[in-house]
Each structure stands twice: as structure tokens, then as C-alpha cells.
């Protein structure tokens, strides 16, 4: 099962969301995303999440970073995201913008803390 993120850069601040849920991962940061359903794309997928996450209609871009292994059938995978909306936290507990100095001091949810290079560097561009 593959599940996608995405990165949602805008001014040179990345989107970030704070879990709910599951206990062990409330309270942390991620990018926003979920699961590919049968017969989805990864794109569908992240713009379908998105909507339903952020309240957002995005446009899916280039993949970010390598795919992370979350266990042996499950695979996380990034992707830039753009959008013209205005999003909101649907489906988190918050949602903030950062910059690329404000990246390590986050607490992340364990696996999104694969990408942090390559979103300093999406940023600092």
C-alpha cells in the first residue's frame, strides 16, 4: 500500500499538520496526506486527501525526496503541492506554516523527518 504526502510551499513556508490521532503520534507534525485507494493514482489520491484534510484544491507536482518504508507492505511517498486555497485543519488538530529555520525544532511524526533536507532545500530556493 503506498501512502502519499504532500508538501505545500507557498512564500517560502511549508504547511504543516499537527495528529490527532493515533495517541502515539498526537501532538506531532506532518505533511498532510493518507492512503491510495484501489484503482487512484498518487496524485488523485494526495489532491482527494488534501480536500478532504485542508479543504483544499491542489495541484499535485513533483515527488519529493525517496519513498520512506513504513513496514513491509506500506510505503510513504511525498509529492509538491500547490494551491490557490486558504487551507484549514479538518482533519488535525492544527495546522501552521513554517520556514526552513523552524524545520528540526519541530517535533515530527517519526517518518516525515526523512524529508527534512529536501524541504530545507525546497524552501531556501
Same mark, same amino acid.
Given at each position: 500500500?503506498? $501512502? $502519499? ?8 513556508r511549508?504547511?504543516v499538520a499537527q495528529?490527532n490521532?493515533p495517541? !502515539?503520534?498526537?501532538g506531532?507534525?506532518? +505533511?498532510?496526506?493518507? =492512503?491510495? @485507494? ?5 496524485a /488523485?489520491?494526495? @489532491?482527494r486527501e ?6 483544499v484544491?491542489?495541484?499535485v507536482?513533483? =515527488?519529493?525526496?525517496?519513498? $520512506?518504508?513504513l513496514s513491509?507492505? $506500506?510505503?510513504l511517498? %511525498?509529492?509538491r503541492?500547490s494551491t &490557490? &486555497?486558504?487551507p484549514?485543519a479538518?482533519?488535525?488538530h %492544527?495546522v ?5 529555520? &523552524? ?6 511524526v ?5 524529508w527534512l @533536507? !529536501? +524541504? =530545507? &532545500?525546497a524552501?531556501? /530556493?
Open positions: 500500500m503506498i $501512502v $502519499v504526502a504532500g508538501a505545500l510551499i507557498a512564500d517560502a511549508l504547511l495528529r490521532r495517541p !502515539e503520534l498526537a506531532l507534525w506532518e +505533511l498532510p496526506g493518507g =492512503k491510495v @485507494a484501489p484503482g487512484e493514482t498518487d /488523485q489520491a494526495l @489532491a488534501l480536500h478532504e484534510e485542508l479543504g484544491t491542489v495541484a507536482g513533483e =515527488k519529493l525526496g525517496e519513498d $520512506v518504508p513491509d507492505t $506500506v510505503t511517498r %511525498a509529492y503541492v &490557490d &486555497d486558504a484549514h479538518h482533519d488535525h %492544527a501552521r506554516w513554517v520556514g526552513a529555520a &523552524d524545520l528540526e525544532d519541530l517535533p515530527w517519526p517518518a516525515d523527518r526523512a @533536507a !529536501e +524541504l =530545507k &532545500d524552501l531556501t /530556493q
